[in-house]
């Protein structure tokens, strides 16, 4: 960050375990879908030199998105590390997915980082969505950097970009969001657009220059003096403003001149912690060049600006029981802490778990305890379960490096840990030891499915149980009422990496199918029915018969069964086979096979035999009296209703609200809430928004997010009710 002169690509090599937490920098990447996060990893890679060439390393495979389906789908769909070198320090460079449906390995990211690099297009500016993510970081104080891409874009203008982030991301200190670089502009192309070839080093008053291929660092002329002198000025007020020394500020505003040396350790310690966010810019390099525009730079700030994971407070954990506990922090010698941010599985080595250590030292064959709480509602079982680690190693590309251990601070990962989830603790076999699961996305919209033949249907619940327990944001549901097995996803993207997961990784092939609500039945009004079942032919004969009758309850009533026979006329013994038989029948449905809920059945009379009278005799009276009832009255239709909160910037609520209202729904309120934004309550059919996980986002360009809750099942209207009785039936035919 200041005028260190680097004549050679960095610290090259491949990296290593590293030997204490103060030589770690763990860095996440964030920004939209396309705004360069991958290609600034591999330009990073480079200059390190930790692969051979642009995005390469020595197999021909691609540094970070080596995945077959991310080349196939030309964006990023999991979390990717790769770790590189730069001046002694090892970087975990977190590259994450940019697009919505994949906000899980975001978050995964997140809680592995101890710092975050925000990317950002000059041709795109900044998203809602990317917005999101910075005040989620706020809110934890993470230490963050802005760096502009697609510098080489015709509409492109750094200037402009950083006025946008200081909009965006400064909040009530724009003067936070500072360039530490100015764009050096080379000779105007025929379509007028003037590249950027290097940068004008603000602190160090130093030209960077990149158009030759090599970083070369000179003065600057005259012409730059004014317009470097300037942004010098309100960068160095931005940084003074942020120093820990208050009486900086009325030095340098006496005329005291401020060294460069103070300047960088002030906005070295204002980075990280968390109150000075500097914009850079970087580009890849060009064909045959050892480094991008701004790697270098950008290296620097995140070896020497941003935090290293002993500046990190220590987890919050407990012990499996929930007692709490405390550990120092990041401490290798502490007992060990790790936790699994990521799974995956290789075709050839299996399962892989990619570990961040906050505690302790993980050590290859070393035996770990692997708790696993939290998760219950996606599918995940609770397991308290010892296993031994298998091959330690840090990835890279494709390739798996391996190494003997892993120290607190640092990531790595670890093949074969059977049961390991995403979310899971590892700790010392007999210190266990458990983190709360960090925050994730509930998952929304629902992907019904079915093996696609006999030997698919073996296959299936093994290739589900393995996505779950890989995706934590997906939730796998085996509904007893309609018999499907639903994946609930994020979103379309979610759903089809899912699908071809299971084809392409697990080998099942399943069909989707319409995702069916658990609707119910009940009465529109009081009804009578006789139930008789009597056969005398050949054997033990069967008689019972059994008189009722029906009425509507309340909504949440259930079913009440009440006796009011006299006389003796059904024997005390088989009252409660009616119950059974009427209960067993109202669980089937009474009309289109749905099960039938609040409703009062009266057991008023009957008739046995002394001989030929049973239990099942009347379960079967019971059933049939139940059914002769429905066949005389009006059945309606329940469907679920459930409450809806959107939250929603305010340049949306009358658009979220109509499309509410178009969906059968009832507002109940709105709730003004900070940034900008509204919080919107409201009911609606739970058959109206099946897709509304993709619909929200397409209408609020990805900026709202909604929660959802049974509330309970409601009278469907009969105009709505007909349409559906007629799907069936034409899906039936």
């Known amino acids: 960050m200041g005028d260190k002169a680097h004549s050679h690509p960095g610290a090259a090599g491949r990296a290593t375990a590293a030997d204490h937490p103060a030589s770690v920098r763990n860095v996440v990447l964030v920004g939209h879908s396309g705004s360069g996060k991958t290609t600034l990893v591999e330009a990073l890679a480079l200059t390190t030199g930790a692969v051979n060439r642009a995005g390469r390393v020595e197999d021909g495979g691609c540094v970070s998105d080596y995945d077959d389906m991310e080349h196939r789908?030309?964006?990023?769909?999991?979390?990717?590390?790769?770790?590189?070198?730069?001046?002694?320090?090892?970087?975990?460079?977190?590259?994450?997915?940019?697009?919505?449906?994949?906000?899980?390995?975001?978050?995964?990211?997140?809680?592995?980082?101890?710092?975050?690099?925000?990317?950002?297009?000059?041709?795109?500016?900044?998203?809602?969505?990317?917005?999101?993510?910075?005040?989620?970081?706020?809110?934890?104080?993470?230490?963050?950097?802005?760096?502009?891409?697609?510098?080489?874009?015709?509409?492109?203008?750094?200037?402009?970009?950083?006025?946008?982030?200081?909009?965006?991301?400064?909040?009530?200190?724009?003067?936070?969001?500072?360039?530490?670089?100015?764009?050096?502009?080379?000779?105007?192309?025929?379509?007028?657009?003037?590249?950027?070839?290097?940068?004008?080093?603000?602190?160090?008053?130093?030209?960077?220059?990149?158009?030759?291929?090599?970083?070369?660092?000179?003065?600057?002329?005259?012409?730059?003096?004014?317009?470097?002198?300037?942004?010098?000025?309100?960068?160095?007020?931005?940084?003074?403003?942020?120093?820990?020394?208050?009486?900086?500020?009325?030095?340098?505003?006496?005329?005291?001149?401020?060294?460069?040396?103070?300047?960088?350790?002030?906005?070295?310690?204002?980075?990280?912690?968390?109150?000075?966010?500097?914009?850079?810019?970087?580009?890849?390099?060009?064909?045959?060049?050892?480094?991008?525009?701004?790697?270098?730079?950008?290296?620097?700030?995140?070896?020497?600006?941003?935090?290293?994971?002993?500046?990190?407070?220590?987890?919050?954990?407990?012990?499996?029981?929930?007692?709490?506990?405390?550990?120092?922090?990041?401490?290798?010698?502490?007992?060990?802490?790790?936790?699994?941010?990521?799974?995956?599985?290789?075709?050839?080595?299996?399962?892989?778990?990619?570990?961040?250590?906050?505690?302790?030292?993980?050590?290859?064959?070393?035996?770990?305890?692997?708790?696993?709480?939290?998760?219950?509602?996606?599918?995940?079982?609770?397991?308290?379960?010892?296993?031994?680690?298998?091959?330690?190693?840090?990835?890279?590309?494709?390739?798996?490096?391996?190494?003997?251990?892993?120290?607190?601070?640092?990531?790595?990962?670890?093949?074969?840990?059977?049961?390991?989830?995403?979310?899971?603790?590892?700790?010392?076999?007999?210190?266990?030891?458990?983190?709360?699961?960090?925050?994730?996305?509930?998952?929304?919209?629902?992907?019904?499915?079915?093996?696609?033949?006999?030997?698919?249907?073996?296959?299936?619940?093994?290739?589900?149980?393995?996505?779950?327990?890989?995706?934590?944001t997906m939730r796998l549901e085996h509904n007893q009422d309609t018999h499907q097995v639903v994946l609930w996803c994020l979103g379309e993207a979610h759903a089809d990496v899912a699908l071809e997961r299971l084809r392409g990784r697990y080998g099942v092939q399943v069909d989707v199918v319409p995702h069916r609500v658990p609707l119910r039945e009940t009465f529109a009004g009081r009804a009578a029915g006789r139930g008789r079942h009597v056969k005398q032919s050949g054997g033990h004969g069967q008689y019972a018969i059994c008189e009722i009758e029906v009425e509507p309850l309340p909504g949440g009533s259930g079913i009440e069964f009440v006796d009011k026979v006299v006389g003796g006329a059904v024997p005390r013994q088989f009252i409660p086979s009616v119950e059974k038989g009427v209960r067993a029948q109202a669980a089937k449905g009474v009309a289109a096979g749905h099960p039938l809920i609040d409703v009062r059945i009266t057991l008023l009379d009957g008739k046995a035999h002394s001989v030929d009278s049973s239990d099942a005799a009347f379960q079967t009276a019971g059933a049939l009296a139940l059914r002769e009832a429905a066949a005389e009255a009006r059945i309606n239709l329940l469907e679920p209703v459930a409450e809806v909160s959107v939250l929603v910037g305010d340049d949306y609520v009358g658009a979220v609200m109509s499309d509410l209202s178009g969906r059968r729904g009832k507002v109940l309120g709105t709730e003004q809430t900070s940034g900008g934004r509204t919080l919107i309550r409201a009911e609606v059919p739970e058959i109206e928004i099946g897709r509304y996980a993709v619909d929200l986002r397409s209408l609020s360009h990805g900026t709202a997010r909604f929660d959802r809750r049974y509330a309970r099942h409601e009278p469907m209207p009969a105009q709505v009710a007909d349409r559906l009785r007629e799907e069936v039936g034409a899906a039936a035919s």
Request: hydrophobic share 40%; proline share 7%.
């Open 73 to 472: 789908r030309q964006r990023s769909v999991q979390l990717s590390l790769v770790p590189v070198e730069w001046d002694g320090i090892k970087i975990n460079l977190l590259d994450t997915p940019g697009y919505a449906d994949f906000v899980g390995e975001l978050r995964a990211g997140l809680r592995a980082a101890d710092a975050a690099l925000f990317v950002v297009s000059a041709s795109d500016g900044v998203d809602g969505a990317t917005r999101m993510v910075w005040e989620e970081c706020a809110a934890v104080g993470m230490p963050r950097a802005i760096v502009v891409t697609h510098l080489e874009a015709a509409r492109a203008d750094f200037e402009e970009m950083t006025r946008i982030c200081a909009e965006a991301f400064g909040g009530d200190d724009p003067d936070a969001v500072l360039p530490l670089y100015l764009p050096l502009h080379g000779p105007p192309a025929p379509d007028g657009h003037a590249p950027v070839t290097g940068l004008v080093g603000l602190l160090s008053r130093k030209l960077v220059d990149y158009a030759s291929g090599e970083r070369v660092v000179s003065e600057p002329g005259e012409a730059d003096l004014p317009q470097l002198d300037e942004a010098r000025s309100l960068l160095i007020e931005g940084i003074i403003s942020e120093s820990e020394d208050e009486t900086l500020m009325e030095r340098y505003l006496g005329g005291e001149q401020v060294d460069v040396k103070t300047l960088v350790e002030d906005l070295e310690r204002a980075v990280a912690r968390g109150v000075f966010f500097p914009v850079l810019a970087a580009a890849p390099a060009a064909e045959g060049a050892r480094q991008g525009l701004g790697t270098v730079e950008l290296l620097d700030l995140i070896t020497r600006g941003f935090p290293t994971p002993l500046e990190r407070a220590a987890p919050r954990v407990t012990t499996p029981e929930g007692a709490g506990r405390e550990l120092r922090m990041c401490d290798p010698g502490e007992s060990l802490v790790a936790e699994v941010v990521k799974t995956s599985s290789d075709p050839y080595v299996g399962r892989i778990s990619m570990v961040r250590v906050f505690s302790g030292t993980l050590r290859a064959d070393q035996t770990v305890h692997v708790s696993g709480h939290g998760m219950t509602d996606r599918g995940h079982e609770d397991h308290d379960v010892d296993e031994r680690i298998g091959a330690l190693s840090t990835p890279f590309g494709k390739q798996q490096r391996p190494v003997t251990h892993v120290i607190a601070g640092d990531l790595a990962c670890v093949a074969r840990l059977s049961r390991a989830e995403t979310g899971d603790t590892l700790s010392a076999k007999d210190d266990p030891l458990l983190m709360a699961p960090w925050e994730m996305p509930d998952p929304l919209l629902p992907l019904a499915i079915e093996a696609h033949s006999k030997p698919d249907e073996d296959k299936l619940s093994q290739g589900l149980a393995r996505l779950v327990a890989e995706d934590p």
